[in-house]
């Protein structure tokens, strides 16, 4: 397998922070920053969608970015803030490819949504797990625009209830993978609930992989 160069640069703004791969750099955090302002506005006037951790309904007027975050909450039982780091990539991911470019790869402090016409190496680290350094996702470009959203029960800021040390969801949806993730850390308390989370989490449709140390 050739070794492919890719020149990633980093973009942060308060809880977001990105590294984008992409010759529309600014286009890409541009839009990313639209819609989480989009969002700030729209939790101004709801202030449960922020907070709960269940599903809430929607305004009759809510955005984009919320109705695909809602959308995610309903299939997952979670609350929707559950899904927005995911789902800001995907928008970062879309712009790009809307003006044109062959290739744009957008992680969120760890979830990534990557479209290419090349195949993407992704490197997972598990923390003091013993496969720490050994994981990676070879993507073609035939399983491209996709998702890949991690989270941890033992690192990272983000709320977790479980123990897990290292989960990750593949979707074509970045909010669905990104809230599929946080329910299957949630839901790891210990080595034997491996199985069955898992089996219960690939049956969410539009789940199409999952990954869990």
């Known amino acids: 397998m050739s070794k492919i160069s890719r020149n990633y640069r980093s973009f ?12 529309q750099f600014d286009l890409v955090t541009a839009a990313v920053l639209a819609q989480r302002r989009e969002l700030e506005r729209y939790i101004i006037r709801h202030p449960e969608f922020q907070h709960s951790l269940i599903p809430v309904d929607l305004l009759d007027d809510a955005p984009e970015i919320a109705c695909r975050m ?4 309903r299939l997952t039982g979670l609350g ?39 195949e993407v190496l992704i490197g997972l680290y598990a923390g003091k797990s013993r496969f720490a350094a050994q994981l990676a996702f070879c993507i073609s470009p035939e399983e491209m625009p996709l998702a890949l959203c991690s989270s941890s029960g ?20 970045g909010a669905l993978a ?10 790891i308390q210990r080595e034997a609930d491996l199985e069955p989370v898992l089996e219960e989490a690939g049956k969410i449709p539009g789940v199409d992989g999952i990954l869990a140390v």
Request: glycine share 10%; with cysteine; hydrophobic share 50%.
């Open 70 to 73: 809602a959308a995610a909450a």
């Open 178 to 187: 990104d809230a599929a993730v946080t329910l299957v850390c949630n839901r």
């Open 12 to 23: 942060s703004w308060k809880e977001t922070s990105l590294r984008v791969a992409c010759g």
């Open 154 to 173: 033992a690192m990272g800021h983000s709320l977790s209830f479980g123990i897990c040390d290292l989960a990750t969801v593949a979707a074509k949806d």
């Open 80 to 118: 929707p803030m559950a899904a927005v780091a995911g789902c800001l990539a995907q928008f970062g991911v879309e712009t790009a490819l809307a003006a044109g470019c062959r290739e744009a790869i957008v992680e969120n402090g760890g979830d990534i949504y990557l479209a290419s016409e090349r």
